[in-house]
Each structure stands twice: as C-alpha cells, then as structure tokens.
C-alpha cells in the first residue's frame, strides 16, 4: 500500500459510512436512530450535510494527525507509520488528504 491508497482507503470508508447510515435499511445503530426521526427529504438532506461535513472534518484530522500536520487529543508529532511490507505511509498524507476530503468529486 502507498500514502495515496492509505488516504483513498479513509475517504472509501467515510463514504461506506455517510451511505450505511442514510439507507432506508440501515441495521447500524445510528442509521436507526436517524430513521426514527421520520426527516422530511429536506431533512435528510441537511442530516447527510452534516454528517458528511462532521465525517470529513474527523478523518482529515485524524489523518493530518498521524502526519504530524495537526494534533490529536492536544498531542501533535508525527508518527512512523509503515504498512505491513514496511512500506512508509507517512510526509505525504496532508496532500493527499486534502485532495480526497475537500476538492470537489
């Protein structure tokens, strides 16, 4: 795996979460919690905003954090992060990460 696919692999899972919980048959627990609400599509609407807005703002930090580019829990260093071939997944994941989670799809 290169920084890119690591960084692809949050965006892929922020999206697979944004989708689980707006579907109509959701099992998680907040897509019932959701659907308890009976939203208007207007709502549903302004629900997916902001989830999708609190779910970028969560994986770009924790990205950012690992990079060394922001803090985690009021800690900010940069982590020596390798995937299992040992590969090196980190100096590079501020780019990345902006490009996934805040240029337009």
């Known amino acids: 795996m290169n920084t890119e696919e690591f960084v692809k692999a949050f965006y892929v899972e922020k999206q697979s979460f944004l989708k ?5 048959n959701s099992e998680t627990e907040v897509g019932q919690l959701i659907k308890s609400l ?3 599509d207007q709502q549903t609407e302004i629900m997916k905003k902001v989830l999708d807005t609190s779910f ?3 994986f770009y930090t924790i990205l950012l954090g690992l990079d060394g580019c922001a803090s985690i829990g009021g ?3 940069m982590y020596d992060l390798k995937d299992e071939k ?3 997944l980190n100096g590079e994941i501020e780019g990345y990460a902006y490009e996934y989670f805040h240029e337009p799809k």
């Open 75 to 77: 800690i900010q260093e």
């Open 20 to 24: 689980e919980y707006l579907s109509e």
């Open 56 to 58: 970028t703002d969560i």
């Open 86 to 88: 040992g590969n090196q």
């Open 38 to 40: 009976n939203l208007t």
